[in-house]
């Protein structure tokens, strides 16, 4: 009854088209989520994401879980996660996505799972960094942890919507370091985000992370701009 009397004053609403969700249904409703572009790159074996890096950083697997399209249902999910304080996208999408990774044979070893790190000025003003629960259901599905302690944000960068693929790339050089890197030495890392658009992100971090003794790198994220 006390539930009732919630939704009636702050009914659940879909974070994609803002329609009231039924009571069978959990931050996307049903119509969103058969609309809602999947790439299926992990489950067809694609190289489609590997494709993006190749000559640029060595990646043992690389997936992302939708397609990204400009005023499309995902850019809407992205801006509520990232903006809109709806962080509980992160956990929709991390468990999709780690359900379907768990069972995959290219993914079986992986040791850690790190997310993109924010830097802590940006962390305390947004509150939350946008993929850590992602990362969180990911790693709980492949029965590991999560760890922030080793890949962080040096420099702060303003937003990257607006800047041209140059741009993005040559904001992201030399933002990310690495400490402890002892914890990652012969680890299968996963290093996960929430979109891909030039992959100059990913490639900053993950090169930081090829410091490392004898570790390999896969990627999984949100989704791609293709």
């Known amino acids: 009854m006390f539930q009732n009397l919630v939704n009636i004053f702050f009914p659940k609403v879909c974070l994609s088209c803002n329609n009231g969700l039924a009571d069978n249904e959990i ?30 950083v060595k990646l043992e697997n690389a997936t992302a879980l939708l397609r990204f399209q400009k005023k499309g249902i995902v850019q809407h999910l992205m801006h509520n996660l990232k903006y809109k304080g709806h962080e509980e996208i992160g956990t929709f999408l991390g468990a999709w996505l780690g359900e379907e990774l768990k069972n995959l044979y290219d993914y079986r070893d992986i040791d850690l799972v790190i997310p993109v790190p924010l ?49 993005r790339w040559n904001t992201s050089k030399e933002i990310f370091a690495t400490q402890n890197l ?15 658009t030039t992959g100059a992100t990913i490639e900053a971090c993950a090169n930081q992370l090829l410091q490392a003794k004898n570790v390999k790198i896969s990627i999984a994220t949100m989704a791609m701009v293709e």
């Open 119 to 167: 830097h802590k000025r940006k962390l305390r003003k947004r509150g939350y960094n946008q993929v850590a629960l992602f990362s969180e259901e990911i790693a709980k599905s492949l029965n590991i942890k999560p760890t922030e302690s080793v890949l962080i944000k040096v420099n702060d960068t303003t937003s990257q919507v607006n800047k041209s693929r140059l741009s």
């Open 27 to 56: 931050y996307v409703c049903t119509n969103c989520r058969h609309n809602l572009p999947v790439t299926n790159y992990h489950l067809e074996k694609s190289d489609q994401v590997k494709k993006v890096f190749y000559g640029r």
């Open 182 to 196: 002892e914890l990652i030495h012969n680890k299968h890392i996963l290093l996960v985000d929430d979109i891909i």
